[in-house]
């Protein structure tokens, strides 16, 4: 929905009547309220109230200067132009300010005459211009340069999320809509996060061998060595207890007694590599009659199966 901005227009009357009526069509032909002008009189101090109200209320503040200081107000001693610009200020309003140009002030003069010039307060009115142009202005030379300037600088104050704006009645009910879609997609929000610290926790929980992690196992057994003697012919010297207990996986998968019977091989993981997987609750040890049998634990079963597939996929890769 399209924010509306409500616009201070501040000029001075009699000698800016044309560009302010300019403003005021460019700043709705762009969608948004002018608000200010000949709606007050200079010199009733009931009506600084009411403008102070109106700034209070409105987004953005907009300064028309043209060659005339203006009315003077005896309470700031500064002309009622002067006093809005700078009351705007003071409630933190955002300014911009139009500037008639030196050639289009001469122009003006020849068409209008000398009452477009101030006079009286020459020095407060040449004050109060270098203070307007050290902040955000552009100058104008024609009822053109206004609307060009206007246009402008509202597009860049609609971008400013800072600035409230108005809304229009017919989106008020869309507006209560997407307050009600934003709860329920908080609500699914939460409801997914939940989700996920769960599912991480379960995978987490999965993951974990006897209180040790997937990687934190693999990493000990792998740096764990065991010497082979040489009639196991399984490998050379030394194997860590990780290969040893990749090759004698269907041992454990099967199971084994251990008796005066068993083989070589088997006896030698017997007593070199089971010790530490049962530590690890890798294995079990089950009695079966009167017989003792050593197998894959289901944490044995879930670890070797991890075991396998990451050597799968690193070599097919």
């Given at each position: 929905m399209?924010?509306?901005l409500?616009?201070?227009?501040?000029?001075?009357?009699?000698?800016?009547?044309?560009?302010?009526?300019?403003?005021?069509?460019?700043?709705?032909?762009?969608?948004?309220?002018?608000?200010?002008?000949?709606?007050?009189?200079?010199?009733?101090?009931?009506?600084?109230?009411?403008?102070?109200?109106?700034?209070?209320?409105?987004?953005?503040?907009?300064?028309?200067?043209?060659?005339?200081?203006?009315?003077?107000?005896?309470?700031?001693?500064?002309?009622?132009?002067?006093?809005?610009?700078?009351?705007?200020?003071f409630?933190?309003k955002?300014?911009?300010?139009?500037?008639?140009?030196?050639?289009?002030?001469?122009?003006?003069?020849?068409?209008?005459?000398?009452?477009?010039?101030?006079?009286?307060?020459?020095?407060?009115?040449?004050?109060?211009?270098?203070?307007?142009?050290?902040?955000?202005?552009?100058?104008?030379?024609?009822?053109?340069?206004?609307?060009?300037?206007?246009?402008?600088?509202?597009?860049?104050?609609?971008?400013?999320?800072?600035?409230?704006?108005?809304?229009?009645?017919?989106?008020?009910?869309?507006?209560?809509?997407?307050?009600?879609?934003?709860?329920?997609?908080l609500?699914?929000?939460?409801?997914?996060?939940?989700?996920?610290?769960?599912?991480?926790?379960?995978?987490?929980?999965?993951?974990?061998?006897?209180?040790?992690?997937y990687?934190?196992?693999?990493?000990?057994?792998?740096?764990?060595?065991?010497?082979?003697?040489?009639?196991?012919?399984?490998?050379?010297?030394?194997?860590?207890?990780?290969?040893?207990?990749?090759?004698?996986?269907?041992?454990?998968?099967?199971?084994?007694?251990?008796?005066?019977?068993?083989?070589?091989?088997?006896s030698?993981?017997?007593?070199?590599?089971?010790?530490?997987?049962?530590n690890?609750?890798?294995?079990?040890?089950?009695?079966?009659?009167?017989?003792?049998?050593?197998?894959?634990?289901?944490?044995?079963?879930?670890?070797?199966?991890?075991?396998?597939?990451?050597?799968?996929?690193?070599?097919?890769?």
């Amino acid at each position: 929905m399209k924010k509306r901005l409500q616009v201070f227009i501040s000029s001075t009357y009699t000698d800016l009547i044309e560009e302010r009526q300019a403003a005021v069509e460019a700043v709705l032909n762009a969608g948004h309220i002018p608000a200010g002008m000949e709606l007050f009189k200079s010199g009733d101090k009931s009506q600084k109230e009411t403008i102070k109200k109106w700034i209070d209320e409105s987004d953005v503040y907009m300064l028309i200067l043209g060659g005339r200081y203006g009315t003077i107000d005896q309470e700031s001693g500064k002309s009622y132009t002067h006093w809005e610009y700078d009351y705007a200020e003071f409630s933190g309003k955002p300014r911009f300010s139009i500037v008639i140009n030196d050639i289009a002030l001469d122009e003006k003069v020849k068409e209008k005459g000398q009452d477009v010039l101030e006079r009286e307060h020459y020095k407060e009115y040449r004050d109060f211009k270098d203070t307007v142009l050290s902040k955000i202005s552009k100058f104008y030379s024609d009822i053109k340069d206004i609307k060009l300037a206007i246009y402008e600088s509202l597009k860049e104050f609609e971008k400013d999320e800072n600035l409230v704006g108005w809304v229009s009645g017919r989106d008020v009910g869309r507006l209560i809509e997407i307050k009600e879609e934003n709860h329920t997609l908080l609500k699914e929000n939460m409801s997914l996060k939940e989700k996920v610290v769960q599912l991480e926790e379960k995978i987490k929980k999965d993951l974990e061998f006897n209180g040790y992690s997937y990687e934190e196992l693999q990493g000990y057994l792998q740096n764990e060595l065991i010497s082979l003697p040489d009639d196991i012919n399984i490998a050379v010297g030394e194997i860590s207890a990780l290969d040893l207990f990749l090759k004698s996986a269907k041992i454990f998968s099967i199971g084994y007694e251990h008796n005066s019977k068993t083989g070589k091989v088997t006896s030698f993981i017997h007593y070199k590599l089971t010790p530490i997987l049962l530590n690890f609750g890798l294995v079990e040890k089950l009695k079966v009659g009167t017989k003792i049998k050593f197998q894959f634990s289901e944490s044995g079963h879930k670890f070797i199966l991890k075991l396998e597939m990451d050597n799968f996929q690193s070599e097919h890769l």
